[in-house]
């Protein structure tokens, strides 16, 4: 069974930094893409950055949304089946619950090619 288990967020104040996890049991992620999404009260799911299996071979690699870019970082650890979202220069808009997911496509362009997901950690920003 596929298990996505995500930690690291908080509450911080804008301007600050928060570095998200991601655990994978169930699924060795070196065979997938994993995706980071976020989903605001009241607001629907929206993606937040992903980073392809084979890193950038075969045209995959690491994609983020315009909001983020800049401020945001995925990286991946194979060996620790893990995946990361490094966070910095915060902003009250970030606030949100992020989500972890995996997928078996390479560059997958919508939330409905990701096959697991994760149960979220919240994010608050403060201003």
């Known amino acids: 069974q596929v298990q996505l288990v995500e930690s690291g967020g908080g509450l911080v104040q804008a301007g600050g930094s928060l570095r998200l996890s991601c655990a994978a049991t169930?699924?060795?992620?070196?065979?997938?893409?994993m995706g980071w999404f976020r989903q605001a009260p009241g607001k629907e799911r929206e993606f937040v950055s992903c980073i392809s299996y084979g890193g950038n071979v075969g045209g995959g690699g690491t994609y983020y949304a315009e909001s983020v870019k800049g401020r945001f970082t995925i990286s991946r650890d194979n060996a620790k089946n893990a995946v990361y979202l490094q966070m910095n220069s915060l902003k009250p808009e970030d606030t949100a619950l992020y989500y972890c997911?995996?997928?078996?496509?390479?560059?997958?362009?919508?939330?409905?090619?990701?096959?697991?997901w994760g149960q979220g950690t919240q994010v608050t920003v403060s201003s």
């Open positions: 997911a995996s997928s078996i496509y390479l560059v997958p362009d919508s939330h409905e090619k990701f096959d697991y």
């Open positions: 169930g699924r060795a992620i070196s065979r997938y893409t």
